[in-house]
């Protein structure tokens, strides 16, 4: 018998693991820094290169997903933190750094 026969949960924990936000509701549900944790969690799997190439491409599948929805996290905060200004009488649109003062 061997190892994997005698302990097949060992592989799967890692395979689950790495794709614990199966779709798109579930990651929208991530906050910034869970989906930074488990894409990086990603990155550490795939440089060791102790997955098999299917399980490689689809966490590297899910890691572009994570990636997207930490760019787009990033993205709102930094609109927050900008402050829009419009002007009364017409004109362009513009923003204003938030000041760190």
Not at 47 to 52: C, Q
């Amino acid at each position: 018998m061997t190892q994997e026969e005698q302990n097949p949960e060992t592989d799967n924990a890692e395979e689950h693991n790495a794709e614990s936000p199966a779709s798109g509701e579930n990651l929208e549900r991530l906050s910034f820094e869970e989906a930074l944790s488990q894409l990086e969690a990603i990155v550490d799997q795939l440089e060791r290169g102790d997955v098999s190439l299917d399980r490689a491409i689809d966490a590297y599948s899910l890691g572009m997903a994570l990636k997207g929805h930490c760019q787009a996290r990033l993205e709102e905060a930094r609109l927050k933190v900008e402050q829009i200004n419009l002007p009364e009488e017409g004109g362009s649109v513009s923003t204003k750094p938030f000041d760190t003062r």
